[in-house]
């Protein structure tokens, strides 16, 4: 026995209405673009200069020398594990590590000064 509570009385239907036709221009929101009839004149090009090498032979002005990051970063890390490592001793401790980050940071810096790439 039926339900009472359910409705029985539904339509069917075999094809759906088709969907209204909508323009294509009512609903779109960009700008409308427009082709121009001629390109733009082509930009002129620019004259490259030459750079004068000063005295020293350098191709830029500034300071001449030029350090690699692995040098920097060698030296970095060696002041740190002497940093760390002299604090630690003035409050009683001996830490492990700032020995080793020493050595590590020595051997990057002497790597870089010689010319390897860095990695």
């Known amino acids: 026995m039926p339900d009472p509570d359910i409705a029985t009385d539904f339509e069917v239907v075999d094809d759906p209405p088709a969907p ?39 191709g830029g002005s500034g300071f001449p020398i030029s350090i690699s990051p692995g040098v920097i970063g060698g030296f ?9 490592f002299i604090a630690g001793l ?12 020493f050595i590590i940071g020595l051997v990057r810096f002497v790597a870089s000064l010689m010319g390897q790439e860095e990695d």
């Open 20 to 58: 209204p036709e909508i323009k294509q221009d009512s609903y779109s929101f960009a700008p409308k673009r427009t082709v121009p009839d001629e390109a733009p004149p082509p930009l002129p090009k620019k004259k490259r200069r030459r750079r004068r090498l000063d005295d020293r032979g350098s």
């Open 76 to 84: 970095l890390c060696m002041v740190i594990a002497v940093v760390w």
């Open 90 to 101: 003035y409050f009683g401790w001996v830490f492990f590590y700032p020995p080793i980050l």
